[in-house]
């Protein structure tokens, strides 16, 4: 299984992803990685942060495991736009003028209270750094 | 003296900007004016898109508990009063596409003002928050208005 | 840049907006560009949008506009909208949203009222209980 390792002010989380129900997905954000970058609050979608990066857009990944939702420790990723998405709460894939679907990339699995006390600190002290890396070969 | 005298300065910083009290929820409006100055923390939205909010105990805006005048979009350079049930007003101030959402969907609220001029500078201020963090603001009497 | 105005008579009664050419250029131009002579068209009340009268430009340069510019569901009042392609331009007068028969949708706004607003807004009001009216359009 496939993990990634996101480093956010000190704290390492590790997510689990989706291998076999998006493929496409994983394989375009492995491209992508090692990525250093910044991750920012949502300003749509409610209780999430948002890594914004052109490496992650990839057109022809699709939407797999379509899910409009977040929850607490999910994963997800909008292929067209380049958003890596991480919930630490309740969240929507959401824009301008309505709700869209996004892929269920995965879940954090290690240290996600501690990732989403950072991911939520995006809010008041807004873009922090954040280093996201493969945790273990496909 | 007229609705469309009643102005306010918004003031994050350095950068600053005058808005006119919009006439068409004159209940909202007064209770606004009333409730002037207000100081406090704007924050990035995290549902409503481009814009800030802050809350305030002030009276009497906070005691207000209906929406007078409905929606949901909030117009770039607009702020809009959403009543908070635990006792205080939310006050969102857009710098772009905004609207008065939440967890389930949209919401609404009340227009209560509107931005003289561009205001670029007052505006980029509220935009930084999304990427640089809270800040402070200041709602006042504009100094030369009644 | 100089502002543009357009003046909208109806019943009577005649009042001036102010293009918000920043808010939407495309939109706001091809309207210019339409009004190069006076239109005349039947104001009617909305059927599913509150508080909203409705006009149809018919054919012209707003047919072309298929984007929405910094797309809104609200209609304050004294606020004049546009469904992409032109199909519909709206006038708010009171509590009105963009709606449709599946639900709310996305306007841009073209131009918001700013002479003799009260009286024209009583105008376009009684589109809801006294049946459409004439209304013109064209520069200032």
């Keep these: ?48 942060a948002v890594v914004h990066d052109a490496a992650l857009r990839d057109e022809t990944a699709g939407i797999e495991g379509q899910v409009s939702m977040y929850y607490p420790g999910m994963v997800a ?42 991911l939520q600190d995006t809010r008041d002290r807004g873009a922090l750094d954040v280093l996201i890396e493969q945790g273990e070969r496909r | 003296m007229g609705w469309g005298m009643k102005r306010i300065e918004v003031r994050v910083g350095g950068a600053a900007a005058r808005y006119t009290l919009l006439e068409d929820a004159p209940k909202t409006a007064d209770a606004f ?4 100055p207000i100081e406090g923390t704007i924050t990035h939205a995290r549902w409503a898109g481009s814009a800030v909010w802050v809350k305030t105990p002030n009276q009497p805006i906070a005691a207000l508990d209906d929406i007078e005048l409905p929606v949901t979009s909030i117009y770039p350079g607009t702020i809009v009063m959403r009543p908070n049930p635990r006792g205080v007003a939310e006050l969102f101030l857009s710098y772009g596409v ?36 809270s800040t402070e603001v200041s709602i006042t009497r504009a100094e030369d208005e009644s | 840049m100089t502002e543009k105005r357009i003046r909208l008579e109806s019943g009577g009664v005649t ?60 209609i304050y009042p004294g606020t004049l909208v546009m ?19 599946v639900g709310v949708d996305y306007t841009t706004r073209l131009a918001k009222i700013v002479t003799n607003r009260t009286e024209f807004l009583s105008v376009v009001a009684r589109t809801a209980d006294q049946g459409p009216s004439a209304i013109t359009v064209g520069r200032v």
């Excluded at chain 3, 006076?38 to 104001?43: G, Q, S």
């Excluded at chain 3, 992409?84 to 007068?93: A, D, F, K, N, T």
């Design chain 1, 1 to 48: 299984m496939t993990k990634l390792r996101i480093t956010i002010d000190g704290i390492t989380a590790v997510a689990e992803l989706k291998d076999a129900a998006a493929p496409n997905g994983v394989a375009a954000v492995l491209a992508a990685l090692p990525l250093r970058t910044r991750v920012v609050h949502a300003s749509r979608s409610g209780n999430c």
């Design chain 1, 77 to 118: 990723y909008d292929p067209v736009r380049g958003y890596l998405v991480f919930a630490y709460g309740q969240g929507q894939a959401r824009s301008n003028t309505g709700t869209h679907w996004v892929t269920y990339l995965g879940d954090v699995v290690e240290n996600a209270a501690e990732l989403a006390g950072k």
């Design chain 2, 33 to 36: 004016w009333e409730s002037l």
């Design chain 2, 98 to 133: 905004a609207e008065s959402r939440g967890p389930v969907g949209r919401t609404y609220a009340t227009p209560v003002a509107e931005l003289d001029g561009d205001g670029a500078e007052l505006l980029a201020a509220f935009g930084a928050t999304w990427r640089d963090g």
């Design chain 3, 15 to 74: 009042a001036e907006a102010l293009l918000l050419e920043a808010n939407a250029p495309k939109a706001t131009a091809a309207l210019w560009e339409m009004l190069a002579e006076p239109i005349e068209r039947r104001l009617i009340s909305a059927k599913w949008s509150g508080d909203v009268g409705v006009l149809h430009p018919g054919e012209g340069p707003l047919r072309e506009v298929a984007e929405l510019e910094n797309p809104v569901t609200s």
């Design chain 3, 83 to 101: 469904r992409p392609r032109g199909s519909e331009i709206l006038i708010g007068y009171g509590v009105g949203e963009y709606r449709w028969a």
